[in-house]
């Protein structure tokens, strides 16, 4: 499911359970534009700590078992480092008016809960190109929340049409 209208909905459906439950359920958020982003990636420093982590362990030499260990070692490091931001590896970013929410996304079953909501007004965004991929910081000034996420504009990507969406309506010339 990468199509924006679905992802739009995913979105929609979160957000109005939200504010459906918040003290002004009359509030009205309208989802703009949607799509899948990653966390950014952990340092090179952790990712290195991870490598090393799993260059100690017993592989007998075989390659196979080597790059595997590297593997899980890399995704560990990328999940607990998302989890410590309180976000996720893998988020739908929606877009309204007046917030940015950071819902969590799990391939095949989709999204269950807003991780994160930086309003709009409040929120400094900064794309930064690398390849066909867009990383972008938003600090949110109300709350000191600093958060980096990446997108891909990749015309193969089935997630790039959702992608372009969010980053056209971010990325506002100031």
Same mark, same amino acid.
């Given at each position: 499911?990468?199509?924006?209208?679905?992802?739009? %909905?995913?979105?929609?459906?979160?957000?109005?359970?939200?504010?459906?439950?918040?003290?002004?359920?009359?509030? *009205?958020?309208?989802?703009?534009?949607?799509?899948?982003?990653?966390?950014?990636?952990?340092?090179?420093?952790?990712?290195?700590?991870?490598?090393?982590?799993?260059?100690?362990?017993?592989?007998?030499?075989?390659?196979?078992? *080597?790059?595997?260990?590297?593997?899980?070692?890399?995704?560990?490091?990328?999940?607990?480092?998302?989890?410590?931001?309180?976000?996720?590896?893998?988020?739908?970013?929606?877009?309204?008016?007046?917030?940015?929410?950071?819902?969590?996304?799990?391939?095949?079953?989709?999204?269950?809960?807003?991780?994160?909501?930086?309003?709009?007004?409040?929120?400094?965004?900064?794309?930064?190109?690398?390849?066909?991929?867009?990383?972008? *910081?938003?600090?949110?000034?109300?709350?000191?929340?600093?958060?980096?996420?990446?997108?891909?504009?990749?015309?193969?990507?089935?997630? %790039?049409?959702?992608?372009?969406?969010?980053?056209?309506?971010?990325?506002?010339?100031?």
């Amino acid at each position: 499911m990468a199509k924006p209208a679905e992802l739009i %909905a995913a979105a929609t459906t979160v957000i109005d359970a939200a504010v459906a439950a918040s003290p002004d359920p009359t509030a *009205e958020e309208t989802v703009l534009a949607a799509g899948i982003f990653g966390h950014a990636l952990p340092s090179n420093a952790e990712m290195a700590v991870a490598g090393a982590a799993a260059d100690s362990l017993p592989h007998g030499g075989n390659g196979l078992i *080597e790059a595997v260990e590297n593997v899980t070692a890399m995704a560990a490091v990328r999940a607990m480092d998302a989890e410590r931001d309180g976000l996720a590896v893998r988020m739908l970013v929606a877009v309204t008016a007046t917030n940015i929410h950071l819902l969590d996304w799990q391939t095949g079953s989709g999204t269950t809960r807003i991780l994160r909501s930086l309003g709009r007004v409040s929120t400094d965004v900064t794309i930064k190109k690398l390849g066909l991929s867009r990383r972008v *910081e938003l600090l949110d000034h109300a709350t000191g929340t600093d958060v980096h996420i990446v997108g891909t504009t990749a015309a193969f990507s089935p997630e %790039a049409a959702g992608d372009k969406a969010v980053l056209d309506l971010l990325d506002v010339p100031g």
